[in-house]
């Protein structure tokens, strides 16, 4: 089984991984609740309209990704947004939500971080002249990469997934009955 590790170290881990861009670590895991940004607005706090656009301090994601660990990734913001995001060039941008298929919070793992930031770089490396990524599983055959494969999606599984169950699914929407008591009293 995986170790669970704090989101500070699995942040560490992250700056170790794949580094800094201006002092900044290039992927970074997040609270959605905590994070804010200076945007420009046209509403006040209240929702009323302002005569004139203002930049702000606003939530980032609060309004549509409720109490979940992000993966982020810094990234440069382009020329024509950089005024509304309050003059900055980079922006931390949400790439992974820690959720499953139903979108109940899981905790975030260093396993799936890796995962979903490798197949970034793969895609990318694809279409671009950077420096080629180096693909862990380079050189190994067919067979040996499909049962790799397969091992990773499996370990992926077993840490996101662990102990749901359609039973414990429907007690927790309130959809299904639970009993408590070993024994039932006959009249």
Avoid at 8 to 29: M, Q, V, W
Avoid at 128 to 153: C, R, S, V, W
Wanted: net charge negative.
């Amino acid at each position: 089984m995986i170790p669970i590790e704090n989101v500070e170290t699995l942040n560490r881990r992250l700056k170790e991984s794949y580094g800094l861009t201006n002092d900044l670590p290039n992927f970074r895991i997040v609270w959605s609740e905590d994070q804010w940004e200076m945007r420009e607005t046209e509403y006040t706090n209240e929702g009323f309209q302002l005569l004139y656009p203002e930049v702000r301090n606003l939530p980032k994601y609060k309004q549509y990704i409720h109490e979940k660990f992000l993966l982020e990734r810094l990234t440069v913001v382009p020329n024509f947004q950089v005024r509304e995001l309050g003059g900055s060039e980079l922006s931390y941008e949400c790439i992974w939500v820690f959720e499953d298929s139903k979108g109940n919070p899981l905790r975030p793992v260093w396993p799936a971080a890796r995962f979903v930031i490798d197949q970034i770089h793969k895609a990318i490396e694809e279409k671009t002249t950077y420096t080629k990524y180096k693909d862990p599983m380079a050189g190994l055959n067919t067979k040996q990469l499909l049962e790799k494969k397969h091992e990773e999606i499996t370990i992926l599984e077993q840490i996101l997934f662990e102990g749901e169950t359609d039973i414990g699914d429907s007690l927790a929407y309130k959809e299904g009955v639970g009993f408590t008591t070993s024994k039932i009293k006959e009249n």
